[in-house]
């Protein structure tokens, strides 16, 4: 008799494992791999992170893209669409290792985490937006795009006040 029920029985090796388990943990892993930016080992696709921000003005989008410069980096605006692209690119280099071979900067990599390559984000804002009064501002691999608001959507912002219930 086993006493640890609550187990799943695939922990135990039995050839009668929960495949059920099995399966429904491999589509929730598909899932994870398909959703959002890709970020899986088997990907190496570069994700932009983002934050959005908004004050009665303007709303200004914050994007880490570390490693890179503003030179790496494209943002356009068309009618209500804010897209950022760029590219990352890998650093590597050649070396012949036999002409290296007592080189101590010479590096075989066994692990690679850091992620390159290219991506292109479009956002949909509530607003078309003058390409005029955007600006774009990039510091330590961080990319700040303000994007004003037009006087008719400051307009229609009105602040409500919360009154105590009695």
């Not at 600006?135 to 303000?146: E, H, I, N, Q």
């Amino acid at each position: 008799m086993r006493t640890n029920h609550w187990l799943p029985s695939s922990w135990f090796g039995h050839k009668d494992a929960d495949t059920s388990l099995m399966s429904l943990r491999d589509q929730i892993d598909r899932l994870f791999d398909d959703f959002g930016e890709g970020l899986t080992l088997r990907d190496r696709r570069f994700a932009m992170k983002s934050d959005i921000s908004e004050t009665e003005t303007d709303l200004t989008v914050t994007a880490e893209l570390p490693g890179m410069t503003e030179a790496d980096v494209t943002v356009s605006v068309s009618g209500n669409r804010l897209t950022i692209e760029g590219e990352k690119k890998t650093e590597t280099s050649s070396r012949d290792d036999k002409e290296n071979a007592d080189d101590k900067d010479a590096r075989a990599f066994h692990r690679i985490e850091r992620y390159s390559g290219s991506f292109r984000r479009v956002m949909s804002l509530p607003f078309e937006v003058d390409p005029d009064a955007v600006s774009a501002r990039m510091k330590d691999g961080v990319l700040t795009v303000t994007l004003p608001k037009p006087p008719e959507v400051q307009a229609e912002a009105r602040k409500i006040v919360v009154e105590r219930a009695t």
